[in-house]
């Protein structure tokens, strides 16, 4: 198996950082209005059918962790790593992460939809679905993560940095990817309006360049050798 790319990372969390605070504590603190979860870490922990109420988190490390329809909307995150955890049919929506890492985590159709992300990272994990729309996002570094038909609908993107992820059916509509490589992505079949004006400006390879021509009917004659 290729070895993943050194990606930086964001959250100034302690590899040694220990357990501070017990489930029952987290789980009276989500339904506690603008409740500070901090300096604390989590492994192996489930949470299902849980409504945070304006949560802070700070240095927190979520390890090995299943959420499953956890509501962690209008929450903010400010150093904090989610890794090899699970969400299932969850909500960030309107949250702040500030310098946060997911590392190998599944998370299909996890929502951010008018969120603020500065600092976040996404390395080997799974979001296909996921919804940026409308979010405002300054220093995302996503490597080897699966991103089909995610949609960042008039997503305000900056500082975007993209190794080898899966793009495929993703959905740019009023988002512009100028200044971003895409280079090493899959882009097959992506979603942008028919003119292509949200890729302006964006870098990619001879190979699809041929495929976006594509999208605006363009035939390449292929040589023909005799």
Known sequence: MARLRQVRRFAQVRDDLGCN???DGLLAAL???DAHVANTA???LELADVAADGTVFENVAFRSCTFERVNLSNCTFTDVLFSGCRFVRCDLGRSWLNRVDFRSCSAPGLSFLKGRLSGVSLVDSQLAYADLSEASVDQL???ETKLSEASFHVTRLRHLALDRCDLSRATFFRTSLSGVDL????IAGLR????LRELRGAVIDPDQAAELMGLLGIKIKEDEWR
């Open 21 to 23: 605070l017990s489930k």
């Open 31 to 33: 339904t506690t209005p």
């Open 42 to 44: 989590f492994t192996g």
């Open 141 to 143: 570094a996503a490597s």
């Open 183 to 186: 280079s090493t992505c899959d």
């Open 192 to 195: 942008v309006s028919s003119d």
